[in-house]
């Protein structure tokens, strides 16, 4: 029974981990457009992208939301939304990718920066709420816990392959 728990919560954890991977490529590429692209070019896109839905609806909430979002970036809000959307990708990518290592010191390093990530997003979601991030959010704190719980059954793994290793010697 336990080990099957802890089949399940490592399957969940390398699906976390994948997910967390892609959005951390995501963030790459969002990070790169923003960095190529003006803010008229942004705008731009934003009404091509949305003129078929307001025509249908003009007061598609989420369609103006984007037009109107686009419209009010300035190029610093676009320069600080690049890189860190940069910074974010980087890190996710480095610590999935080490955690998928199984590298012992990447699991408390994740833990403590997706759990400042995480506050910061509840202080945004505290100051204006969104929807979208608090999914986010959500995904986050599952991940954290499957981070947790893989962290565990690590060192665990761990401590009983040294024991077995101290066995075998202590016979000699």
């Known amino acids: ?98 955690l998928l290592k199984e590298r012992l010191w990447a699991f408390p390093v994740s833990l403590g920066i997706l759990g400042l990530l995480t506050i910061f997003q509840l202080y945004r979601l505290s100051v204006h709420f969104s929807l979208g991030l608090g999914m986010l959010t959500l995904i986050d704190v599952v991940v954290i816990g499957l981070i947790g719980m893989e962290w565990k059954f690590r060192r665990k793994k761990c401590r009983n392959t040294e024991e077995n290793e101290n066995v075998s010697w202590s016979g000699w």
């Open 1 to 98: 029974m336990k080990q099957s728990l802890q089949q399940t919560a490592h399957r969940f954890f390398v699906l976390g981990m994948a997910v967390k991977g892609i959005d951390g490529i995501l963030e790459l590429v969002g990070a790169i457009f923003l960095f190529m692209v003006r803010p008229e070019n942004l705008t731009a896109l934003a009404v091509f992208l949305t003129q078929h839905e307001l025509s249908q609806d003009p007061g598609d909430l989420i369609a103006n939301a984007i037009v109107t979002i686009t419209q009010d970036l300035t190029v610093s809000a676009k320069l600080f939304g690049a890189f860190y959307l940069l910074i974010h990708g980087c890190v996710k990518i480095l610590l999935v990718w080490n």
